[in-house]
């Protein structure tokens, strides 16, 4: 097995999480059909879900938490620190299309510094 096959595995990951990502945003957030059923009761379990995730999005959990993964990973030595860089990017992804791209993109770059560091 050649050495770049897990970046490869790696990219192929984050970016099938990416599309995921961008499935719940249309899927889930912005469609209409979710937006009439879930103002008329709010009692289904995807009701429930989008509402906790409409919280951790107006309180930019998601970005807040890839950001600090990200500086913790750039003083985290060793493979450590670069699992971390892999969960920021985790967290940072879904943060960048769920409408929290300020904070997102500085964890996505210094994630991504670490990576190749």
């Not at 990416?18 to 289904?44: F, H, I, Q």
């Amino acid at each position: 097995m050649s050495r770049t096959w897990p970046l490869y595995v790696l990219l192929a990951c984050l970016g099938l999480w990416l599309a995921a990502s961008y499935g719940v945003r249309y899927g889930l957030m912005e469609d209409a059909r979710w937006v009439g059923l879930c103002s008329a009761s709010g009692d289904t379990w995807q009701c429930q879900a989008r509402s906790l995730l409409g919280l951790a999005i107006h309180f930019q959990v998601m970005a807040w938490a890839a950001l600090g993964l990200a500086l913790v990973c750039q003083l985290w030595p060793g493979r450590g620190g670069w699992w971390l860089a892999v969960l920021a990017l985790v967290f940072g992804g879904p943060a960048l299309v769920l409408y929290t791209a300020s904070i997102a993109v500085f964890a996505l770059v210094l994630a991504g510094l670490r990576l190749v560091r």
